[in-house]
């Protein structure tokens, strides 16, 4: 017997913003493309690479995810969700061309003019001062040079960001070494937080010493695995594995350091290796 799909309109979403962008859930995709949730986060864990995150999609945890839960009704985030998936316009369209239903097809055209392109009452498209008035030319000017000047601001300390993290990342990193160079990690715990987030699992649970893997989540995406043979004199050889962290698991954890999500020591001094003003631009 066929499945009963819970379906909606796309006229009448609710509003949800995340860094000044509307998106929509994993469940209002599955209801308007005519699937179930599971099936689109199968969809998405394997075509990782086709997703950026911030830009097609954002993945939402901890303190973020604590803040959406408390303020954003609308998505009514159950108390076990651990990481929510948040789509923007151009992650929506993508994911209606790997479902490839009828459903998918028309509700995404219908979700596009509807609620992404959807006018913002808040911000009403601006209309030409009145060159007539002095008064209104003179505000329309220093509007408008305001505006280029923030443009600027965030272009350069984009700029910064990204050259800082390329100064600090560095091919065949572990996430324990990349993060020893940001002051005030307690690095003793980022593997713990790692697993905290899937992207780790401890494979000699019940050993004193942890022996990390990387879990089949963040695997290509955000770190990768090296593999040692070790031959100790009175043992048996066995494989060792060293997670290695991939740009973009940098870039993650750039990011959240930079918005005080990771584990810090109780002696840090509060100051970001870079500029915490970048964590605007992250």
């Keep these: 017997m066929k499945r009963q799909l819970k379906t909606i309109s796309a006229d009448n979403l609710p509003e949800i913003r995340w860094e000044g962008a509307r998106v929509v859930t994993t469940e209002t995709l599955a209801a308007g493309y005519g699937t179930d949730a599971e099936n689109i986060r199968r969809n998405l864990n394997r075509n990782r690479s086709r997703f ?22 609308p998505a009514q985030i159950s108390n076990k969700t651990r990481t929510l998936t948040l789509w923007a316009v151009r992650g929506a369209a993508r994911m209606s061309k790997i479902v490839d239903t ?21 911000h009403p498209v601006s209309t030409m001062p009145d060159f007539n ?37 560095q091919d065949g990193m572990s996430p324990f070494q990349f993060c020893k160079l940001l002051n005030g990690v307690n690095v003793s715990q980022i593997n713990a937080f790692l697993a905290d ?5 401890d494979e000699r649970p019940d050993s004193r010493k942890a022996s990390w893997r990387v879990k089949s989540y963040a695997r290509d995406l955000y770190l ?8 100790p004199d009175e043992a048996e050889s066995f494989d ?40 605007g631009a992250a």
């Excluded at 950026?52 to 009704?73: A, M, P, V």
């Excluded at 055209?109 to 009452?121: H, N, S, T, V």
């Excluded at 280029?148 to 600090?168: M, P, S, T």
């Excluded at 990768?224 to 031959?231: P, S």
């Design 52 to 73: 950026i995150e911030g830009e097609h999609i954002f993945t939402i945890e901890g303190n973020d995810l604590k803040d959406l839960r408390g303020t954003l009704s």
């Design 102 to 122: 009828d459903e998918a097809w028309s509700f995404f055209e219908k979700m596009e003019g509807a609620y992404f392109r959807k006018p913002d009452p808040a």
């Design 133 to 169: 008035n002095p008064a209104a030319a003179a505000r329309a000017w220093a509007d408008e040079f305001e505006s280029k000047n923030k443009a600027l601001g965030y272009v350069h300390r984009q700029a910064q960001y990204i050259d800082h993290l390329e100064n600090l990342f």
């Design 197 to 201: 987030h899937n992207w780790l699992f």
């Design 224 to 231: 990768t695995e090296k593999r040692q043979r070790i031959d």
């Design 240 to 279: 060792a594995y060293k997670p290695i962290l991939k740009r973009k698991g940098a870039v993650w954890i750039y990011r959240h350091y930079l918005k005080d999500n990771l584990p810090m020591k109780k002696d840090w001094d509060g100051k970001f290796t870079h500029d915490i003003e970048l964590a």
